[in-house]
């Protein structure tokens, strides 16, 4: 009972320092419940990014991790971004530098670099153009170039290569160590365990998953593919978090996880205590600088003129 109340007192505080600072709060799907639920906007990382640039709030309040409040500043530089769990990082995006892009257009000077969103801006400042997991293969496809480099998730960027057949996809070799523990043992267990289930699940996880589905998406892909099916079961591929979505928009239907339990550990690191002390105390703003900004703020707004 005690915890409710102070569960509902950091709401309340939320929404009176949300309203003081005319800020916008922006959550990703893969958010702990009780994040999502404060959300003003829940989404993949294409709609997040969109909402980010054109909103009027004069601060936004990116719960996620780090490269996605990076994307909100590069796209809407005059607003005040915060990040409540500045620690709240992703280890594939962590796993390309901007100095392996530029040696790899060394070695590759006629290709084009695409980069995943899940990379730092300063690898988006040295890339042509930016792809979520949304409209990865339209992208690429866009291209005129004959080569493409892609970086840094080696999955998403094989799962492209199986659509764009007339260009060479070099490949990086990034991973989200989350997806990528999801194996082909998990699939054939949970196919033989719930026989009526379609299986659902996101590009970041390796070819030999993606191989066995029945839908491959993003995030947002995959809930609204749950919704609009005549399927009233689905194993769902992807982090857990996505599963509090499911159940409120198809509470009639079922959702089993691919694995017990799949987590991504900076995804939860933010909390509505955070959230609270981020907006009353205006800390954790996302600085980055303007050359780089300016920069990367091309290679996203290229992604963003094709949809
Ligand atoms: S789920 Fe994977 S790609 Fe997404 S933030 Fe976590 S580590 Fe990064």
Redesign the pocket.
Known sequence: MAERKKFMEIVREIKKWKEQRNALILAHL?QRPEIQDIADLLGDSLELSKKARDTEAEVIVFCG?WFMAETAKILNPRKTVLIPQPDAG????DMVTAADVLALRETYPDAAVVCYV?SSAAVKAVSDICCTSSNAVKVVQSLKEERVIFVPDRNLGHYISRFVKDKEIILFDGY????QQISLADTQKMRRAHLDAALLVHP?CPPEVLDGADFVGSTKQIIDYAAKSEKTAFVIGT?GGVLHRLQEICPEKQFYLLQEEIL?P??KKTTLSSVRDALAQRKHEVTLDPEVIEKASVSLERMLSLS
């Open positions: 893969y991790v992703c280890p594939m995006a899940n989200c160590p989350v997806h970041e982090e991504c900076d995804m």
